[in-house]
């Protein structure tokens, strides 16, 4: 378990990393602004959730959280993506997104295995890892957290906390199981966005 904790973490700390940067330059952020927008969005959601499971964060108590961070954001510098005009609706912007909040939603349900809790909680642990990074950057930025208003977002780490929390009732979660989540929520997430489907407003 611990194993698969650390490797969807270091997954979802680099894809939020990127995502957390492309946002800054997209608002012209100087390079602190970047730096806190990544953190922010990479680190956001994990200390909030293991605040609330009454742990002391797993950032606070690890060094290569950091090291990561700095070091995506020093490789994003010197290949100068930065530059590249549009970049917040790139290629690039939108499969880091992606891959972030996938492996982020798994290892929140993976922590709510840990924890034994109910299929709420479960939700609940999953959306705060997924999604509330990017939600503790938009309030910073003033704005409306991106997964309350708009696009499937939120809808994905939902499916792969329902999805993961009765599967591991039935057999146990293992390598194979994840890789396969993983891979068709990543294809179905992008899928949904180039289709551009939305949740339902109420008129």
Known sequence: ??????????IGIISFAIS?????????????GIFISSIST?????????????????????DYPFYVILGTITIMMIFKLH??????THFIYILSD?????????????????????????????????VGGGSVRDILMNKIPFFMSKDF???????IAVFLYYLNRCIAVD??????????????????YYKKWYVPFLN
């Open 1 to 10: 378990m611990e194993k698969f904790l650390i490797i969807t973490d270091i």
């Open 153 to 159: 977002y939120a809808i994905i780490a939902i499916l």
């Open 42 to 62: 990479a680190l956001g959601g994990g200390i909030i959730r293991d605040g609330m499971i009454g742990q002391m964060p797993f950032a606070f108590t690890h």
């Open 175 to 192: 390598f194979l199981i994840i890789l396969t989540t993983f891979v068709f929520f990543l294809a179905l997430r992008l899928w949904a």
């Open 83 to 88: 530059r590249i005009k549009e970049l917040e």
């Open 98 to 130: 992606s891959i972030g909040l996938v492996a982020f939603s798994i290892m929140g349900v993976l922590i709510a295995i840990r924890e034994e809790v109910n299929l709420l909680g479960t939700i609940i642990i999953t959306l705060l890892t997924a």
């Open 20 to 32: 957390g940067f492309i946002i800054a330059v997209y608002y012209k952020f100087d390079l602190v």
